[in-house]
């Protein structure tokens, strides 16, 4: 079993929809977690961190967690062709006295008009 | 304020060649990384900086070597390149002070032939 986990899609939306990205892990001690977003060709950009269970929201995007079920998602409200990505899931795993994010594969999102 | 900067953006390298790529930040960051990405197998990390003076291994050291110069570079060495070894390199890096967030460079695509 991989430590994070995620459908590699893609995941296809109309625009102006709602976009579900799932993202389940495997260390249940883990506290931080993060959406990455990356277009092709280009370097991951962060777009949401959460640390808390429940809902953080920051414009269309909202991170869920949910810590009992060691799951987090990301939800994009009214999505635009140009939210097409590659989403990674990120968690902070604490080891050998260092800090390291594991990321899951991705998820490729495809945003259509 | 450039963020993090690698160089080179582009590399071609015969087998058995030896090459350095080079990453500095500028926003007075602890930690420093260095990641592989290939198809389907998101990043991997193949080094890590804690801080300067300090290097530790990652998922995938074999064939690399890194140098933390100072607290802005962290440079990753191939000394005998492989065709194993083409992909996405990118740096990242941290605070390393009470935030876990990561910040990526641009990325370097290797292609060792």
């Known amino acids: 079993q991989k430590e994070v986990e995620q459908n590699s899609g893609p995941l296809s939306v109309p625009e102006g929809a709602i976009a579900s990205l799932n993202c389940t892990y495997s260390d249940r001690g883990s506290q931080s977690f993060f959406w990455y977003r990356q277009y092709s060709g280009k370097s991951p950009e962060l777009i949401m961190f959460i640390y808390s269970n429940g809902d953080k929201e920051d414009g269309r995007f909202t991170a869920q967690l949910n810590k009992a079920s060691q799951y987090v998602s990301l939800l994009i409200r009214d999505s635009q062709p140009s939210d097409s990505a590659t989403y990674l899931c990120?968690?902070?795993?604490?080891?050998?006295?260092?800090?390291?994010?594991?990321f899951g594969a991705g998820t490729r999102l495809a945003v259509h008009p | 304020n450039a963020g993090v900067t690698q160089t080179p953006k582009f590399q071609v390298l015969k087998t058995g060649q030896s090459m350095t790529l080079q990453c500095a930040q500028d926003?007075?960051?602890?930690?420093m990384y260095w990641y592989r990405q290939d198809p389907g197998m998101g990043l991997r990390l193949i080094y890590y900086s804690a801080s300067e003076g300090t290097t530790d291994k990652g998922e995938v050291p074999n064939g690399y070597n890194v140098s933390r110069l100072n607290k802005r570079e962290f440079s990753l060495r191939l000394e005998s390149a492989a065709p194993s070894q083409t992909s996405v390199y990118f740096c990242?890096?941290?605070?390393?002070?009470?935030?876990?967030?990561?910040?990526f460079g641009p990325g370097t695509r290797l292609t060792v032939t």
């Open positions: 926003m007075n960051h602890n930690s």
């Open positions: 990242a890096s941290r605070t390393g002070t009470g935030s876990y967030e990561q910040y």
């Open positions: 990120a968690v902070n795993r604490f080891s050998g006295g260092y800090n390291k994010l594991i």
